[in-house]
């Protein structure tokens, strides 16, 4: 059985000059060999309808939509709130680079706060960088040493299809 639900989904998004550096940074590294890259920071992807796309006026199913709103101000990650990699996703296949800022956990509160739900019982804050890195020592591998800079949030109200 199929089941669909109408979902929230908030990231924010480097502004162009820090992804093209943050690339450089993850094929100067062997991390990477794509030379795109949509490095993000999710705030929530809710499993139910976060009221936050109300704020949108999307009231209904047909009201699926996108939002890019630029940032008032840029929010910048320096290296000090980069606390290093790890594996994430169901099978440990997806690594990322661990955040700590308390804007993004004060944003994700009050996506929560709002109706949004989440499928991992606490937020970590991270940037996804590539799938199936099993054979890399994360913790040899170095940090950037330059700050990211945040410029745009990206709300998405999308269907999401899961199979029971």
């Not at 924010?12 to 450089?24: D, I």
């Amino acid at each position: 059985m199929k089941d669909s639900v109408l979902t929230d989904y908030v990231e924010l998004f480097l502004e162009a000059e820090s992804q093209e550096r943050f690339t450089k940074f993850l094929i100067d590294n062997k991390f990477t060999e794509q030379e795109y890259q949509d490095s993000h920071i999710t705030i929530i992807y809710s499993e139910t309808r976060c009221d936050f796309g109300a704020l949108f006026g999307w009231t209904s199913a047909e009201d699926i939509s996108e939002t890019i709103l630029q940032l008032p101000k840029p929010l910048v990650i320096e290296p000090f709130n980069m606390l290093g990699y790890d594996m994430f996703g169901k099978d440990n296949d997806y690594f990322v680079l661990k955040l700590d800022h308390p804007l993004l956990h004060w944003m994700n509160k009050n996506c929560r706060d709002m109706g949004g739900t989440m499928s991992f019982p606490d937020y970590q804050p991270h940037i996804t960088i590539e799938e199936a890195f099993k054979n890399l020592d994360k913790d040899s591998v170095p940090k950037p040493d330059f700050n990211l800079i945040f410029d745009k949030c990206q709300v998405t109200r999308e269907f999401m299809v899961s199979t029971m």
